[in-house]
């Protein structure tokens, strides 16, 4: 039988977040790391390595390994978030959005409704909770083929972890539609805001920025269990 793998504690870097979740999604899965490493066609040691911090799988054994342990999106959100550190690191510059979308247009509005995980609830870190918000079509434009997309990267230390999109339901005018969105609170004691906008697939906006600033957000506040419990 295979020893436990040992706790790596706190992960401070991109790569870490990435390993620490591929090692949750593969234990929980009940694979070992050289199971699944002969799942995707790769050596034990590009598993062990991956989970230990120290480098990241190419882009298509990601997306394989994402498939095989059904990660939701979140694993791809911590690869999407080591890729910005390096082009950071060459480039020196932040993501920004891709525009107003050809099919933006004045006819079109939403109106929130409902939610849960209201602003500002106290969690662990590296807590894992799902984010819902109830919105209706109150424009005269349906919803088709839309998504609601994470504005800038979709992990980090410091960042609340989720999906970079979900794909939205066909909403007619007049219907509501809930969005779940899968998420993961950050490892440093503060508070994080993930923020959300409605976007075609080239993450393109229906809502610009001066109609809808802030679009659905997440805000969570991480507090140490010792701090939560000496009350």
Same mark, same amino acid.
């Given at each position: 039988?295979?020893?436990?793998?040992?706790?790596?504690?706190?992960?401070?870097?991109?790569?870490?977040?990435?390993?620490?979740?591929?090692?949750?999604?593969?234990?929980?899965?009940?694979?070992?790391?050289?199971?699944?490493?002969?799942?995707?066609?790769?050596?034990?040691?590009?598993?062990?390595?991956?989970?230990?911090?120290?480098?990241?799988?190419?882009?298509?054994?990601?997306?394989?390994?994402?498939?095989?342990?059904?990660?939701?999106?979140?694993?791809?959100?911590?690869?999407?978030?080591?890729?910005?550190?390096?082009?950071?690191?060459?480039?020196?510059?932040?993501?920004?959005?891709?525009?107003?979308?050809?099919?933006?247009?004045?006819? +079109?509005?939403?109106?929130? !409704?409902?939610?849960?995980?209201?602003?500002? =609830? *106290?969690? #662990?870190?590296? /807590?894992?909770?799902?984010?819902?918000?109830?919105?209706?079509?109150?424009?005269?434009?349906?919803?088709?083929?839309?998504?609601?997309?994470?504005?800038?990267?979709?992990?980090?230390?410091?960042?609340?972890?989720?999906?970079?999109?979900?794909?939205?339901?066909?909403?007619?005018?007049?219907?509501?539609?809930?969005?779940?969105?899968?998420?993961?609170?950050?490892?440093?004691?503060?508070?994080?805001?993930?923020?959300?906008?409605?976007? +075609?697939?080239?993450?393109? !906006?229906?809502?610009?920025?001066?109609?809808? =600033? *802030?679009? #659905?957000?997440? /805000?969570?506040?991480?507090?140490?269990?010792?701090?939560?419990?000496?009350?």
């Amino acid at each position: 039988m295979p020893r436990p793998t040992p706790s790596l504690g706190p992960a401070h870097t991109p790569k870490q977040q990435f390993g620490q979740e591929l090692r949750y999604l593969r234990e929980k899965a009940g694979f070992t790391a050289e199971q699944l490493a002969r799942a995707v066609t790769r050596d034990r040691r590009t598993i062990t390595s991956a989970e230990e911090g120290r480098d990241v799988p190419s882009e298509a054994i990601v997306y394989e390994l994402e498939r095989i342990l059904h990660g939701d999106g979140l694993l791809l959100s911590y690869y999407e978030a080591v890729v910005m550190a390096k082009r950071r690191e060459k480039l020196h510059m932040d993501e920004v959005h891709n525009g107003v979308s050809p099919d933006a247009s004045n006819d +079109d509005a939403s109106q929130f !409704l409902d939610e849960t995980v209201p602003d500002g =609830t *106290i969690v #662990l870190p590296g /807590q894992r909770f799902e984010k819902t918000w109830t919105i209706r079509n109150v424009g005269s434009v349906p919803w088709i083929k839309r998504r609601l997309s994470r504005m800038g990267i979709a992990a980090g230390p410091g960042l609340i972890t989720t999906p970079a999109h979900l794909e939205i339901p066909t909403t007619r005018p007049g219907e509501e539609v809930t969005l779940t969105v899968p998420c993961i609170a950050h490892v440093v004691q503060g508070t994080s805001i993930a923020s959300f906008k409605m976007t +075609d697939g080239h993450k393109r !906006l229906y809502f610009p920025y001066s109609r809808y =600033t *802030i679009g #659905l957000a997440v /805000q969570v506040t991480v507090v140490e269990r010792l701090n939560r419990d000496a009350r």
